[in-house]
Structures are given as structure tokens and as C-alpha cells.
């Protein structure tokens, strides 16, 4: 279970607080030496600064080895994206990876990780949210593993030759060619990503996987009602078979025209770490790594690409403000999450697995 300073840890710090000067910012000292000594990965986010061949300039430099995020996992082929689609946009990043080799690196095992917290440059997983790439054969998971994708949707939110996703009505769950597919992921050494998978197909991924799955980017159905939402249910089952749930940042978790409140992600953050423990649950934002510009301009940009999705019949109920969470946009959000984390009186061991060591150590059992 998550812990907790209790009254008596409470009251050293202040007695520390006391005797030493400026004491009065003992908590922001305590984020942020557990922020900086952390391995903070992002279980879904988008590298929005990085484009083909182009060099980062030294302010998108500076944004990345000022943010402290050591690993984030990057979403490629979209929501429907096809094979050909798909290997382009990869191709497209290995070469900016590539170009930008003193800042980004490519994460294809655990060491990676590490390796990119020692060396200051941000990690970069690849990964699916759905199956649409693999054009319903077995071959091309082995295909993908091969170019580097180590997390595989089974589905997004409408139905593939896997399983059902959250927009399904008939939630018909894990299909037999769906049921192979994790088998092949579970050999192969790629996790399981449940985020966009229904319940049935979730619950029925978890008996079929010999191996922790996770749900990168999602909130609770208990705090919200929304069908991108999980439940209780849903997410002690994942924990059980030792997975982690990433808390995204989406206007699913409620406030509803508005964009979500930080205080409205806390409520997901914690009740997910009473529910799951906190060995189980991370970050896993769901939207850009630089912030959304808010702008007229902008806003008119991304009701465009709404509009896109809503024809393809993929845009969930709720959807529509741009994806972030006030007071979490912008390439500090994760520091931002551990200083709540330290005034609701989190234990340093809790704050350090829920800003990356738990997705960490799901990544070194599945790969």
C-alpha cells in the first residue's frame, strides 16, 4: 500500500524545520531532492519537439535537461495508422533520434534506462495504442519488436482482430487470433498495454498474458464515470498480476468543459494508490511533452483534428479541450506531481515508484 508520513514524521521534520534556517521551505527541499535523484518515465506522452531531420535549437535543449524526465514512451501509428503508415512514422524518428543523439536516445532494454538517467539524455520507448499496423497478422508483432516497439496496444478504442476497445457496445473481449497475439508479445518480450481495451478484453488479456500488463494512460472510473476510465475492479486485477496504471491527463478525468484542475488528478493519483498500492500505479500523461499553446490560433488547429477523429468515429464522450491539466502543462509536470505527492505526505519510497521505478521494473519483468 502507498505509504504515508505519519504524525510523528511530520513533527521531526518540523522540529528540523525549526532549528534550521529557511525551514520553511522544507517540503519544496524534500521534492526536490526525491525529484532529482528519481528515474521519472512517462508511461504515454508525445515528443512533440522532435521533427524528421531537424536539430533540436538550444531552448528545446534546455526544456528537455531542465524537465528531469528520464524515459518517456512514445506512441506510434496513431489511432488507426497502418503498416506503411506506421514504418514511416518510424522511420521518421529514428532519424530524429539520430540527429539528435547528444539529447535523445532510443530505449531497447532496461539498461537503457539507466543509461539515460547517467548520460542526461531523455529515452524514448517506442510503442502501439492498436493493433491497426499489424493488418491482422501474427508475423508483423515479430516484425515491430525487430525496429524497436517494446509496448503493444491490443486494441484502441473501436474493435481489431485482438480484442474490443472502450467505444465497443458489444464488448465481445479477446478475440483467438488476440489471445495468440499475447502469447507472442508475452515470447517476444513486449508489455501488454490495456489502455484503450475494453474491461472484457482487459480482464480476459490478464488471464491469457504470463506476464504483468500495463494500462499506460488511463484514469478511475470511480472518481469519474467515463468509459476511457477504469475500474476499481479492473485496476486491482492489473496490480495483482503486477502491472502499473498510469494516470493520464485528459478531460476524462472530469470538470467537464473545462480543462481537469490539478486537484481533480490527485483524486485519481491517490485513490488509484489506495486501491492498487503503490507499487502499482505511475504517470502516464497522454499528451505533449512541451506545452499546449492555449492560443485562439491553436485552438482552432486542434478543433480541426477533433473533427477528424470524431468522423473516424474514434473521439470518446468528453472529449474536445486540448489534453492537459492546469497546472500540468508544460515539461515540469512531473516535478509538479511529486511536490503534491510530499504536501499530501507520501513517503519518498512511494513518490520515487510513482514518478518511474514502477514502470521500470514492469519493463525489466516483460522484456
Request: charged fraction near 20%.
Amino acid at each position: 500500500m502507498a505509504e504515508r508520513l505519519n504524525r510523528r514524521d511530520m513533527l521531526t521534520l518540523c522540529g528540523a524545520a525549526l532549528a534550521t534556517p529557511g525551514a520553511a521551505f522544507a517540503s519544496v527541499t524534500t521534492s526536490q531532492r526525491i525529484y532529482r535523484n528519481a528515474i521519472v518515465i512517462d508511461g504515454n506522452l508525445v515528443a512533440s519537439m522532435l521533427n524528421g531531420a531537424a536539430v533540436l535549437d538550444k531552448a528545446a535543449v534546455q526544456e528537455i535537461r531542465g524537465s528531469g524526465l528520464t524515459v518517456m514512451k512514445q506512441t506510434l501509428g496513431g489511432s488507426g495508422g497502418n503498416f506503411a503508415e506506421t514504418t514511416q512514422e518510424m522511420d521518421d524518428m529514428d532519424l530524429s533520434i539520430s540527429k539528435n543523439a547528444g539529447v535523445i536516445s532510443k530505449v531497447l532494454q532496461v539498461g537503457d534506462i539507466d543509461a539515460a538517467k547517467h548520460s542526461g539524455r531523455l529515452g524514448i520507448i517506442y510503442s502501439f495504442e492498436t493493433a491497426s499496423m499489424h493488418e491482422g497478422r501474427l508475423d508483423r508483432i515479430d516484425h515491430f519488436r525487430g525496429r524497436g516497439v517494446r509496448v503493444m496496444g491490443l486494441s484502441y478504442n473501436l474493435r481489431s482482430p485482438f480484442g474490443t476497445g472502450t467505444l465497443v457496445k458489444e464488448n465481445n473481449g479477446l478475440t483467438p487470433l488476440g489471445r495468440e497475439a499475447v502469447g507472442r508479445m508475452n515470447k517476444l518480450g513486449i508489455t501488454i498495454d490495456l489502455s484503450h481495451s475494453d474491461e472484457p478484453t482487459g480482464f480476459q488479456a490478464l488471464v491469457a498474458s504470463a506476464r504483468p500488463v500495463l494500462i499506460t494512460h488511463a484514469g478511475s472510473s470511480a472518481v469519474h464515470p467515463h468509459p476511457r476510465n477504469k475500474s476499481d475492479t479492473l485496476l486491482r486485477a492489473v496490480a495483482d498480476k503486477g502491472g502499473v496504471t498510469g494516470v493520464y491527463d485528459l478531460s476524462y478525468l472530469g470538470d467537464y468543459p473545462a480543462n481537469p484542475t490539478l486537484d481533480t488528478y490527485m483524486r485519481h493519483l491517490t485513490h488509484m494508490l489506495d486501491v492498487c498500492g503503490d507499487e502499482h500505479v505511475g504517470i502516464g500523461s497522454d499528451t505533449t511533452f512541451s506545452a499546449f499553446d492555449t492560443s485562439a490560433e491553436s485552438m482552432v488547429e486542434w478543433n480541426k483534428g477533433e473533427a477528424v477523429r470524431k468522423a473516424a468515429g474514434v473521439m470518446a464522450p468528453e472529449e474536445g479541450p486540448m489534453p492537459y491539466v492546469v497546472g500540468l502543462n508544460g515539461p515540469n509536470r512531473w516535478e509538479v506531481i511529486a511536490g503534491e505527492l510530499v504536501r499530501r505526505r507520501y513517503t519518498a519510497r512511494t513518490i520515487d515508484r510513482v514518478l518511474g521505478s514502477n514502470f521500470q521494473r514492469v519493463f525489466r519483468e516483460t522484456w
